[in-house]
């Protein structure tokens, strides 16, 4: 999705030519550095990209490899908003006594598109009175 300076959503765009096609297993170390205009311009990922299909779906898989760890975001919506932990600083320590630097961390938030009632290309998450509001997102972690 292309999007402007303070990361708001702008127009539909392909994730291919944005440089940052993520259907196939992608190291996101790799993905937060990669020379590409919108990582530069928001010092890693924090952007909304729309998963394939509608209803309850996978969303996004992650792993690690290295432990076997894994796990599948179901969601109804529409957006999956990224971020990988680009401000992340910290004088707590976290794992190992370590501290947190920028892209330690990742956040997967399903949601509608951010800005939606503002943009004309999406579907508006205005909920008018009377109506209902429904959705279903969960998590599933697996160890191998």
Same mark, same amino acid.
């Given at each position: 999705?292309?999007?402007?300076?303070?990361?708001?959503?702008?127009?539909?765009?392909?994730?291919?030519?944005?440089?940052?096609?993520?259907?196939?297993?992608?190291?996101?170390?790799? %993905?937060?550095?990669?020379? %590409?205009?919108?990582?530069?311009?928001?010092?890693?990922?924090?952007?909304?990209?729309?998963?394939?299909?509608?209803?309850?779906?996978?969303?996004?898989?992650?792993?690690l490899?290295?432990?076997?760890?894994?796990?599948?975001?179901?969601?109804?919506?529409?957006?999956l908003?990224?971020?990988?932990?680009?401000?992340?600083?910290?004088?707590?320590?976290?794992?190992?006594?370590?501290?947190?630097?920028?892209?330690?961390?990742?956040?997967?938030?399903?949601?509608?598109?951010?800005d939606?009632?503002?943009?004309?290309?999406?579907p508006?998450?205005?909920?008018?009175?009377?109506s209902?509001?429904?959705?279903?997102?969960?998590?599933?972690?697996?160890?191998?």
């Amino acid at each position: 999705m292309a999007v402007d300076a303070a990361g708001i959503p702008e127009a539909r765009s392909s994730v291919v030519d944005a440089g940052l096609h993520l259907r196939r297993p992608t190291d996101l170390a790799d %993905v937060r550095r990669r020379d %590409v205009p919108l990582v530069r311009l928001l010092g890693g990922v924090d952007l909304p990209f729309l998963p394939d299909g509608s209803g309850r779906r996978v969303v996004a898989e992650l792993s690690l490899p290295s432990t076997g760890r894994s796990l599948e975001l179901w969601s109804d919506q529409p957006c999956l908003q990224v971020y990988t932990g680009n401000a992340l600083t910290s004088t707590a320590p976290g794992h190992d006594g370590r501290l947190y630097r920028p892209g330690d961390g990742i956040a997967l938030e399903p949601q509608w598109v951010p800005d939606a009632p503002n943009q004309s290309w999406t579907p508006t998450p205005i909920l008018r009175p009377g109506s209902r509001y429904h959705s279903h997102t969960s998590w599933s972690f697996t160890q191998a």
